[in-house]
Nanobody, 115 residues
Framework: QVQLVESGGGLVQPGGSLRLSCAASRSIFGFNVMGWYRQAPGKERELVANMASYGTTNYADSVKGRFTISRDNAKNTVYLQMNSMKPEDTAVYYC?????????WGQGTQVTVSS
């Protein structure tokens, strides 16, 4: 079993930046994908960005050029740097790990973009 612990959410003004972190409770071996999803009120959960253990990244069109995903495999941690944030980025952000087809989720962290 793996626990994912997120941190870094909060309130930010439009145009501002936030950095989310997600640490896994133990080392993850073999091919895996870590990433971030988000869910806004009344909407379905959607992929924001993910990154495979060998480095390939994938971004939602809505965040390309503004968000950057990175990971530190030695620390079992994935990060999401969010810049030029918009009100429509407001959502609960969930960390995700896909390891050998098994999905793990963090508890979620609220991100609010508002003036």
């Amino acid at each position: 079993q793996v626990q994912l612990v997120e941190s870094g959410g909060g309130l930010v003004q439009p145009g501002g930046s936030l950095r989310l972190s997600c640490a896994a409770s133990r080392s993850i071996f073999g091919f895996n994908v870590m990433g971030w999803y988000r869910q806004a009120p009344g909407k379905e959960r959607e992929l924001v960005a993910n990154m495979a253990s060998y480095g390939t990244t994938n971004y939602a069109d809505s965040v390309k050029g503004r968000f950057t995903i990175s990971r530190d495999n030695a620390k079992n941690t994935v990060y999401l740097q969010m810049n030029s944030m918009k009100p429509e980025d407001t959502a609960v952000y969930y960390c995700n790990l896909n390891s050998y087809g098994r999905m793990y989720w963090g508890q979620g962290t609220q991100v609010t973009v508002s003036s």
